[in-house]
C-alpha cells in the first residue's frame, strides 16, 4: 500500500511537471531578439513562436534619427496597433515569455497588439528584451496591464547572456 501511495505521489509530481507548459514568443526587426529567444527557447525545450508583422520594417522604417520613420511614428502614437500576419495560440500554456527589441525605451507597438489579442487568464507573462542601452525598464509591467488576468512575473535584458542565463532566470522567477 505504502509503496502504491508513493508511487501515486510520484506520478502526480511528474504529471504537473510536464503539464506546465512555457511558450516564448518574440518579435524582431532585425535579428538579435530572434537569436535571443530561440537560444533561451532551446535551453528550456520550449515551444516559440514568432509575432511576424504584415508590414516588414525596412531600414529606413528603424531609423530613428527620422522623426517620420514608421517605428518613431508607432512610438509616438499610444493608438498605434500594427497588425500582425500570423496567429499564435498561447492558449495551452501556463507561462508566456513575452521576447522584444527596446524602441524608444519601450516595447514595439506590435507587442500590444499580440497581447491585446490573446486570452491571458491564469498565465505567467515574463518579459525578456533586447536594447542598445535603455534596458527594460516598464516596458514589461505596461505590457503585462494589458494582459488581464495574468501574472506578471518580472523581466530582464538579456542583450548579452546564454540560453542557459536566460533558463536560470526563469526557472528562478517560477519558484
Known amino acids: 500500500m505504502k509503496k502504491l501511495i508513493l508511487s501515486l505521489l510520484i506520478g502526480a509530481f511528474v504529471m504537473t ?3 506546465a507548459k512555457t511558450a516564448f514568443v518574440y518579435f524582431s526587426a532585425t535579428g538579435t531578439t530572434e537569436k535571443m529567444a530561440k537560444n533561451a527557447a532551446t535551453a528550456m525545450g520550449a ?20 522623426k517620420k520613420s514608421l517605428t518613431t511614428i508607432e512610438c509616438n502614437d499610444p493608438k498605434s496597433r500594427p497588425a ?5 495560440d498561447i492558449s495551452d500554456y501556463d507561462t508566456v515569455v513575452l521576447c522584444y527589441p527596446i524602441w524608444w525605451a519601450y516595447a514595439p507597438k506590435i507587442m500590444y497588439t ?11 507573462i515574463i518579459a525578456l528584451c533586447t536594447s542598445g542601452g535603455s534596458g527594460l525598464g516598464r516596458s ?11 501574472v506578471f512575473k518580472g523581466g530582464k535584458d538579456f542583450t548579452r547572456g546564454s540560453g542557459e542565463d536566460i533558463k536560470k532566470y526563469i526557472e528562478g522567477l517560477l519558484k
Open 17 to 19: 511537471g510536464l503539464s
Open 47 to 66: 515551444d516559440i513562436f514568432e509575432i511576424q508583422p504584415v508590414h516588414k520594417y525596412t531600414d529606413a522604417d528603424l531609423n530613428w534619427h527620422d
Open 114 to 124: 499580440f497581447v491585446e489579442s490573446q486570452k491571458w487568464e491564469g498565465k505567467n
Open 84 to 88: 500582425i500576419a500570423n496567429k499564435i
Open 140 to 150: 514589461g509591467s505596461d505590457l503585462a496591464k494589458y494582459a488581464k488576468g495574468a
